[in-house]
């Protein structure tokens, strides 16, 4: 029994899907207001006034999101729900900062830009009994869980973490139309971000562009996988191969020792070599120690001659974004114009499916080819489009990052959190001759704000004759040794002196691993199988009932 009809459903197709089950199952289906009592017939007018109470769901549904909309285009807050970190006004019209959960939302930052992830992360408040964000807003009256008991009201997740550094409202802006509805089944559903409407600056900003920034980079690049020491390398995720454009992955031992290396991640996949022909092997320590040699010498430039420096770097910022504008051009014209020639292509197998001249099969195989590649350029046409128009209204600037160089004193030892509020990427080269150790290794460091930037101090200065001189025999040197080995390799003699080599190296290497585990293994870090307790195998037992 129900008031009237419409309450059953707003689908009028599944409402007389539901009434025919009740029928056949011998329920009787009454709406007072409607007249309707299945006891007494059928009546013919029922699919038309189901259609009717959808219509009527359809327009009131159309009326509520209009004034929904009227109201969010304004750039009010459409929910009645306070993110954490802030707290409704008296007049419940705008949100103001509450401190004690401003001051935990930044700390998640601050973590997060050190490198830790959102599992460590949440690891550290549950174990400083920080609250919950629903036991705290219920705390203070807000929220959906106000009288919901709370098994573990400090038991932190990393959903709940990943949640607070996605959140722009932090910036001070207010984002409506994240979801919608659809007024059959009433759920809200998540749609594209290009579909928000953002309003900025509307309430106090609780985290800074540049730390949301650098913390979004940092969750969208490499997986800082931490060590047995549970320590992420501060260089995972900023680390790229120059020539395949890879990410690069760290080593932390080599040969039996302590040596952090990072290598090119497309090299070693199978069959290796294929998508980089080159393992570009760095050690970590030169590329800590390179962008500290830099940073010490932008900051001393900077104060020595602050209006030259600003000068230098806006010209290279121009040379760079010029040259970088133009490739992405220069590429958004060809993906356009392939654009077309899938259109015009799909156009044609289907006209020539539909005469016969092509059949179904190969036209399904084409079509699907065709889609493919029409799917991956439409969204690189969409990438580069937005590259090209905020190409004006850029964000780098000297001044930027003179303020952040000033926030330190020096940069003898760089912590996580220096090296990404500085360092946007870093690209390695190959060494200039493989297997040799007095050899060069290009590596492109890009800054945030300011991109590659080199100071005059580590330009590159020219030899002179005498320099020329002496590189030029050395270089001669290592290629007299290069022939001299490929003729010691062909006549088999190289073979036996690494045989007899790798003997005394392979008992030496093996026994300084061994050394290696066996501090691991003292500290807790694993444990091998064969040092696991041995357990005999448990017979079950059968009751007595049971074996009866």
């Known amino acids: 029994m129900m008031s009237y009809r419409g309450r059953l459903g707003r689908d009028y197709l599944k409402v007389g899907q539901v009434m025919e089950i009740l029928r056949q199952r011998g329920v009787r289906l009454i709406a007072i207001n409607d007249g309707v009592d299945s006891l007494k017939g059928d009546d013919d007018f029922t699919p038309f006034r189901n259609i009717m109470n959808e219509f009527y769901a359809r327009d009131t549904s159309r009326k509520i999101r209009s004034v ?9 807050h459409l929910t009645g729900f306070v993110a954490y970190g802030y707290l409704w006004d008296e007049k419940r019209e705008n949100w103001i900062v509450d401190e004690e959960a401003a001051d935990v939302v930044r700390r998640i930052f601050a973590l997060a830009l050190e490198g830790y992830g959102p599992y460590q992360i949440a690891q550290q408040l549950s174990a400083d009994k920080i609250e919950l964000p629903s036991v705290h807003l219920a705390r203070h009256g807000e929220g959906v869980n106000k009288t919901k008991t709370v098994k573990d009201p400090c038991g932190w997740g990393s959903s709940t973490v990943v949640q607070i550094l996605k959140r722009r409202e932090y910036l001070g802006h207010t984002i ?5 509805k659809h007024f059959k089944d009433k759920k809200s559903h998540y749609v594209d971000e290009s579909e928000w409407t953002i309003f900025e600056n509307t309430h106090e900003a609780i985290i800074d562009q540049e730390t949301f920034d650098n913390v979004q980079r940092i ?25 395949c454009g890879g990410k690069m992955y760290v080593h932390r031992t080599y040969n039996g020792k302590r040596v952090p290396q990072y290598t090119c991640g497309q090299y070693s996949k199978y069959p290796i070599g294929s998508l980089c022909p080159t393992q570009h092997r760095i050690k970590a320590k030169a590329v800590l120690t390179l962008i500290a040699d830099m940073l010490r010498a932008i900051a001393e430039y900077s104060k020595n001659d602050r209006a030259e420096f600003i000068r230098t770097v806006q010209e290279t910022q121009a040379a760079q974004q010029t040259a970088d504008i133009s490739k992405k051009r220069k590429r958004l014209a060809a993906a356009q114009k392939r654009a077309g020639e899938l259109e015009k292509l799909i156009c044609k197998i289907y006209e020539d499916n539909a005469l016969g001249k092509l059949p179904d099969a190969r036209y399904e195989a084409l079509d699907a080819q065709y889609a493919k590649e029409q799917d991956a350029l439409n969204a690189e046409i969409t990438e580069l489009e937005k590259a090209v128009t905020g190409y004006e209204q850029s964000r780098k600037s000297a ?5 952040l160089i000033d926030k330190y004193e020096n940069f003898d030892t760089l912590t996580n959190t220096m090296l990404n509020e500085f360092v946007e990427k870093i690209l390695v080269h190959e060494r200039a001759r493989k297997g040799s150790q007095d050899t060069t290794q290009e590596v492109e460091i890009y800054f945030n704000f300011v991109g590659r930037y080199i100071p005059p101090a580590l330009q590159p200065v020219p030899l002179t004759p005498e320099e020329q001189e002496e590189l030029r025999k050395k270089e001669e040197r290592k290629d007299r040794l290069h022939q001299n080995y490929l003729r010691r390799k062909a006549n088999g003699k190289q073979k036996e002196w690494e045989e007899r080599y790798n003997a005394k190296r392979k008992a030496k290497m093996e026994a300084a691993k061994a ?7 003292e500290k807790g870090i694993f444990t091998t199988v064969s040092q696991l307790l041995k357990q005999e195998p448990r017979k079950a037992t059968v009751s007595a009932s049971a074996a009866v």
């Not at 001044?399 to 303020?403: G, L, M, P, R, T």
């Not at 050394?515 to 293994?521: F, G, K, P, Q, V």
């Open 399 to 403: 001044e930027k990052f003179i303020a």
């Open 68 to 76: 929904f909309k009227a109201k969010g285009m304004s750039g009010k």
């Open 176 to 180: 409506n139309f994240k979801t919608r």
């Open 219 to 243: 969750r969208g690049n490499a997986r800082r996988y931490p060590d047995g020491f549970g320590e992420a390398h501060p260089l995972t995720g900023l680390m790229y191969c120059a020539d």
């Open 515 to 521: 050394a290696i585990r066996a501090e691991d293994m």
